[in-house]
């Protein structure tokens, strides 16, 4: 009985509120007008962005070589995507959101270095001991990862944000692959010097820093321009269709 009535509910309840969004979006939709509001496309493309940037300082502790030639650590196959959405929220939302976001990221990396130093501190099982080795031992470098991080970030991230603001004025805002590749031509170089230098000296030697600084900024620039400037366009081509933009939204 109490199914039921729990059924009917539900059923009514569908046919009151779920049908007339659903018409509402598909009204929207067929006219072109925008069906998504400028916070809630804001604040995804912000998740997404200091997510990225947190798998990357994670992703880092591995440093990956080849062919004992080209060396780089794991998190460069993610980060030029972080910069892709970088790219994206400066042509969107203009250079004082871009350093809003990028601040919020800061505080989050700094976030994540106090929770996961928690965990190291704290006493495990003797039972659990090959865990808890094998979680100091990737966390435990994790702060000093983050410092590289957070230094290259700024330095990178500000520069890339405050680039794509000039390079639209003089192009009056045309070509965006120049924006996208040239800001971030500079910006890596402004990043993945001092990541590299404060991440790993001491570990390796003098001629591997050289080279993963060498291949860590023509990789990230390669991914940059392959995979990253087209998805820009995508995302910019489509949040511009059904977003409802502001520049003065309140982060």
């Not at 030639?69 to 400066?90: E, K």
Request: hydrophobic letters at 50%; one cysteine or more.
């Amino acid at each position: 009985m109490l199914y039921l009535c729990l059924y009917q509910i539900y059923e009514h309840m569908n046919k009151v509120s779920e049908n007339p969004f659903k018409n509402r979006v598909g009204m929207l939709r067929r006219s072109g007008s925008p069906s998504v509001s400028n916070q809630t496309a804001l604040m995804i493309v912000t998740a997404l962005f200091v997510t990225l940037y947190l798998i990357s300082n994670t992703m880092a502790v591995k440093v990956i070589g080849i062919f004992n030639l080209f060396y780089f650590d794991a998190g460069t196959i993610t980060f030029p995507f972080a910069y892709m959405l970088g790219d994206v929220l400066t042509e969107l939302w203009g250079f004082r959101i871009s350093k809003r976001v990028i601040w919020t990221t800061l505080f989050c990396n700094i976030l994540m270095v106090v929770c996961t130093q928690v965990g190291v501190w704290l006493p495990s099982p003797d039972h659990l001991s090959e865990t808890a080795q094998a979680y100091n031992h990737i966390f435990g470098y994790v702060p000093r990862i983050v410092l590289a991080s957070l230094t290259g970030f700024l330095l990178g991230e500000l520069s890339n944000a405050w680039l794509m603001v000039k390079i639209r004025e003089k192009t009056k805002g045309k070509h965006l692959w120049v924006r996208t590749i040239g800001s971030s031509a500079i910006g890596y170089m402004f990043d993945s010097v001092p990541f590299v230098l404060i991440a790993f000296a001491g570990m390796v030697t003098a001629r591997e820093l050289v080279l993963m600084i060498v291949f860590q900024y023509m990789s990230k620039l390669v991914i940059e321009t392959v995979f990253g400037t087209p998805m820009a366009y995508a995302a910019i081509r489509y949040i511009r269709k059904y977003v409802r933009l502001q520049e003065n939204v309140q982060l």
